[in-house]
């Protein structure tokens, strides 16, 4: 799925999200990387039709997000836990996430079959535990796992390895890069080295806007490491 951003405005306060042109291929994954408040997460809400744009278009395919609905069909997505719906297990939430897929429970149970090496907190398909009493790491594989559930063409995660142990983490990673060659990734995170070794482009955001956007080599992460360490001197001092 090709993502398109057009014009795009988003305004909070003193802050203001402005990309003027963008596009993320089909097939591509793609990083977006910056310090807390640069705007990442306004960008996911954007992209997912979640927040209304001041201005511009996100477009998937060539559709408005914010103009039509047969996109959500094609895009698993998980921000955080307020896409979780705490009082059901685990399984109860695939089998209702699955269920807005028109997925039957007999193909939701298949499917969840490949992510018992990635939930491990009980067996899959014999969760008891609500979804509020699990630690921050389980809570997070369920809201991935839901999003992985309906193999879109599109998959949108904000941090997505935050909390999850060096496991899972890598087992985040294999699943990601053996993805489907037109199924696209948008993977917002803190995680440089994770985030240098998955993506195919990655884009840096800096006060809501891209400052640098280029697709990865052997020395990205090297690259990525400098840029934020020189940010950190200069804003430290100033006449650097």
């Not at 090496?117 to 809201?143: H, M, W």
């Not at 309906?150 to 053996?178: G, M, N, T, Y």
């Amino acid at each position: 799925m090709t993502i398109t951003a057009r014009s795009l405005h988003k305004s909070y306060d003193a802050f203001d999200l402005s990309i003027s042109d963008l596009t993320v291929r089909s097939g591509t994954v793609f990083g977006l990387v910056g310090n807390n408040g640069a705007g990442k997460t306004t960008f996911l809400r954007l992209l997912l039709d979640l927040i209304e744009a001041d201005d511009g278009s996100v477009a998937l395919n060539g559709a408005s997000v914010s103009e039509t609905v047969a996109w959500k069909k094609d895009t698993g997505s998980f921000l955080g836990e307020r896409f979780l719906i705490d009082f059901l297990t685990p399984d109860e939430y695939w089998h209702f996430v699955g269920s807005t897929y028109d997925l039957s429970d007999e193909e939701i149970d298949r499917r969840l079959e490949a992510y018992s090496d990635f939930y491990t907190d009980e067996p899959v398909g014999e969760t008891t535990k609500y979804i509020r009493d699990l630690s921050q790491g389980n809570r997070n594989k369920a809201g991935i796992v839901a999003a992985l559930l309906p193999d879109p063409d599109l998959l949108v995660f904000d941090e997505p390895f935050a909390s999850l142990d060096p496991r899972s983490q890598i087992w985040l990673k294999d699943h990601l890069s053996a993805r489907p060659s037109d199924a696209t990734v948008v993977v917002s995170s803190h995680d440089l080295d994770h985030v240098a070794a998955l993506c195919d482009r990655i884009a840096i955001l800096e006060e809501g806007s891209i400052v640098r956007d280029a697709p990865t080599d052997p020395d990205t992460l090297d690259d990525l490491e400098a840029y934020f360490r020189n940010k950190v001197r200069t804003e430290g001092n100033p006449s650097i």
